[in-house]
């Protein structure tokens, strides 16, 4: 009778890391890929509204409507500089769960080879008992003389 793998709680719990750990990353490459988005509409926007003042400024504008483009823009720079500290904290998250992934794939793959290990070897044991069975079985049959050949 094969004996259970006594590290299988073990193998379960670093599944169920690795596991938490994909799920995660997911998110961290969502929310990055969320951020950059982001960031590329601000900028998108922000050629735009820069195409709209020289426009403006090529068709004449009073100084009160150039000031406020200006003031608008500027905020426009605000927040891209703003959604661009965001994006690289989220690089870095990502770049932090990757690890935090690579590491939990890493330990769940050195638990799962002791399982392969312990398997291998139950199997092992279990095809030496079936043999043993056998050749106990055959050396009974041939003491006690029957050893007819079937033709």
Sequence with gaps: MSQPFSLQPLLELMQNRADEATRQLGQLIAAEQNARSRLQMLEQYRAEYADRLRDAIAQGMTRPVLANYQDFLARIDEAIG????????????????????????????????????????????????????LDEFSARKYARGDTKADD
């Design 82 to 133: 703003q959604q661009t500290a965001v994006v690289r904290q989220s690089e870095s998250n990502t770049s932090h769960g990757q690890q935090h992934w690579k590491e939990q794939n890493t330990r769940l793959k050195a638990i799962d080879t002791l399982a392969v290990r312990h398997e291998t070897r139950e199997r092992q044991l279990e095809e030496k008992r079936a043999q043993k069975i």
